[in-house]
Nanobody
Framework: VQLQASGGGLVQAGGSLTLSCVAS??????YAWFRQAPGKEREFVAA????????EYADSVKGRFAIGRDNRDNTMYLRMNSLKAEDTAVYYC???????????????WGQGTLVTVSS
């Protein structure tokens, strides 16, 4: 499985951005987004089952971010609204066979895409 993340960039606080992650190869039951800010550990952002019946968000992004998938192809996305300076980080998509929220449990990772929110 290969994951290709894209969509990062520079945005002003309060703005919106959508990250995409294209998966090639077999698909699995769960996918997620994580992020890593400079000098900090990688942290969980959002996760979803492949069919979308179960979703989970970090408290810091609830109500602002939405995880989903394009049913037409193997593209996962993370829609981010009301962005804050503290959302600045490299964002990674990941997938695995079973439901999990910890980064150490995920097997396949995208290369990361940088999101910078200016205040």
């Amino acid at each position: 499985v290969q994951l290709q993340a894209s969509g990062g960039g520079l945005v002003q606080a309060g703005g919106s951005l959508t990250l995409s992650c294209v998966a090639s190869g077999p698909t699995f039951s769960a996918y997620a987004w994580f992020r890593q800010a400079p000098g900090k550990e990688r942290e969980f952002v959002a996760a979803s089952t492949w069919r979308g019946e179960k979703k989970e968000y970090a408290d810091s992004v609830k109500g602002r971010f939405a995880i989903g998938r394009d049913n037409r192809d193997n593209t996962m996305y993370l829609r981010m609204n009301s962005l804050k300076a503290e959302d600045t980080a490299v964002y990674y998509c990941a997938t695995r066979a079973d439901w999990a929220l910890r980064s150490n449990d995920y097997t396949y990772w995208g290369q990361g895409t940088l999101v910078t929110v200016s205040s």
